[in-house]
């Protein structure tokens, strides 16, 4: 049997991952505030053009425990979201450098375990900055953390009472992912 090669019309399909998928289909992306101390989820899902917030949360690691076993629940928990809600994408916020390297550094390697979890998953995975979050939530890159928090609540009906940043973080990401993957 020979595959063939699948082209898309117009309003007809569009690929996610390797896998052709009709329009209509939802669309559903685990969205990352990448951190070790504190590292933000979302899944967010995308449906006939409207987004939904399907679950959130903070993964936190213990500030004494050795670095390694808090980058690895970080990862270990990416792969357990990956495995239950099968997101079509992940979404992430790019590194800002701040004046701390140490911590630069850290969550740098937080983020490349993500990637190589959702890169062993097959999971295609998109990167944005503050900049294009800020503006995909709330219309200004100048947005401050008030503003997004208070857009995020405008946009999605959250079943949850959210206590860190980080959790709306990764909300935010999500939605700006729905934004840019039409």
Known sequence: MTLKKYTPTLNSTRIVGRRPVPDTYPMRVLAIDP???RCGV???EKNNGKESWIYSDCIETHATSPFDERLSIVAD???RLLKIHTPDALAMERLFFNSNQKTAMHVAEVRGAILH????AGVPTFEYTPGQIKSATTGSGRADKKQVIAMVHLLLKIEKSIVHDDE???IAVG????AHAR
């Open 35 to 37: 951190g070790y101390g």
């Open 175 to 178: 939605i700006t992912h729905c």
């Open 117 to 120: 979890v959702a890169s062993s």
């Open 77 to 79: 928990e990416c792969a």
């Open 168 to 170: 709306y973080d990764a």
């Open 42 to 44: 979302a899944i967010i």
